[in-house]
């Protein structure tokens, strides 16, 4: 059994004195019985202590939204594993759309990235998905397959059971519109057997890949209850605690 798991990206959002807020306001909203959903909240670097501290003793974890390959050294406004670690976080979003496309990261050095949290002992939450214009050509599960094969390259089979995945059709992303459930399940189905292909079925089954684009309370339901659908990777409306909370309600029902 896949257990779902729920992250939310607070991108560029929340300084100090908002992010306490927010958590404080997510822990009241978070008060029913979560039935085993996992729950990831992932502020900025500047945000990360004090998330630590505010989420102690509760049942929200903690990532961050990057880090660097290296432990340390001349890598100007870098932030690295070992850092991350320090301030409690048990998870790094690596390879997200807006990384890939403001800052010109390829599935290869997403991939150093992958090897690197791994060595680290940080679950990467690692994402992929296809353009509109990609979408529209028909070439999203050779863009798909692309992307996996890339930022998987050389890692075994024993890690890649503990990463999660997290499909974000770029087109979905901050535009309010979401794929729908079913070609969010299509993508899930396709990358489950890739994972089969290059690892074995078992592997794949373990694998948890969440849908991310445009989920909210009103479509978190029927996104998260598709077969391979293992969770969901939050923007916009993890800003708030009501509506994160209402996706992580939908996935506990
Ligand atoms: P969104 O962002 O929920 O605002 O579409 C998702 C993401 O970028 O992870």
Known sequence: MRTKTIAGNWKMNKDFLQ?????????KALSFDLK??????CPPFTSLELAHRLIHGSAI???AQNMHHEDEGAFTGEVSPTMLKAVGCKYVILGHSER?????ESDAFINKKVKKAIAAGLTSIVCFGETLDQREKNITAQV?????????????AENVERLILAYEPVWAIGTGRNATPQQAEEVHVL???LLGEMYTASTAERVIIQYGGSVKPENAAELLWQPNV??????GACLKADSFAGIIKAAAR
Request: negative net charge; glycine residues 12%.
């Open 230 to 235: 293992d969770g969901a990777l939050v923007g």
């Open 191 to 193: 990358v489950r057997k």
């Open 19 to 27: 992010t306490e807020e927010l958590i404080d306001e997510l822990k």
């Open 36 to 41: 085993g959903v996992k729950v990831i909240i």
């Open 61 to 63: 974890e903690l990532g």
């Open 144 to 156: 798909v397959t692309a992307q996996v094969r890339g930022v998987l390259e050389d890692i075994a």
């Open 100 to 104: 890939r496309q403001y800052f010109h």
